[in-house]
């Protein structure tokens, strides 16, 4: 048996690549790549999302406590490395990766108009988890694009998934 403690996390690879929008206290909106997310609970339905305290969505996040997770299609790679690779202190990533932003139904942060599916949540608790904060969100609206997700799963080979590591996304289909 291999030992993995440094990677450990990659044993729950491949996840889910989704694009994370989040809004500040001053209205200024960002996204970012990011693959770790897991749902919590069903009833009441809750989220979690892992995101490093360094990066500028968790300072918008804490300050609002609200975020969107959209799941973006394979071919969106290109956005998803220019959202996964700048940060939005510096850049108006929607512009780059040239996303369209559209109204969420009940929460302030925007939703991706090129994206397939749609978790809105609201933050009730923060957890301090090392590098990254934990947050615990409620569940306030989710939608999904019929045409790409059949009997409650994905189609094969439609949405793009993360095997690990910090900037490289792979496709598994």
């Not at 997310?37 to 809750?46: D, F, I, Q």
């Amino acid at each position: 048996m291999l030992t993995l403690k440094e990677n450990f996390y990659r044993l729950l690879h491949p996840k889910i690549v989704f694009l994370l929008t989040s809004v500040g206290s001053d209205g200024k909106h960002n996204v970012m790549s990011c693959a770790w997310a897991t749902p919590a609970s069903e009833e009441p339905p809750k989220i979690i999302v892992c995101v490093s305290k360094e990066h500028y969505t968790a300072e918008l996040i804490l300050q609002t406590k609200e975020f969107a997770i959209n799941i973006p299609t394979k071919e969106m790679v290109k956005a998803i490395w220019i959202c996964g690779s700048k940060s939005g202190r510096d850049v108006d990533k929607f512009k780059e990766a040239n996303l369209t932003k559209t109204k969420a139904s009940k929460i302030s942060a925007p939703l991706i108009k090129e994206c397939i599916g749609f978790i809105e949540c609201k933050v009730t608790e923060v957890i301090d988890v090392g590098e990254c904060y934990a947050f615990v969100a409620d569940v306030v609206e989710s939608m999904v694009d019929e045409r790409y997700f059949k009997k409650s799963v994905w189609i094969d080979n439609t949405i793009p998934m993360h095997l690990g590591g910090k900037k490289i996304v792979y496709f598994v289909s």
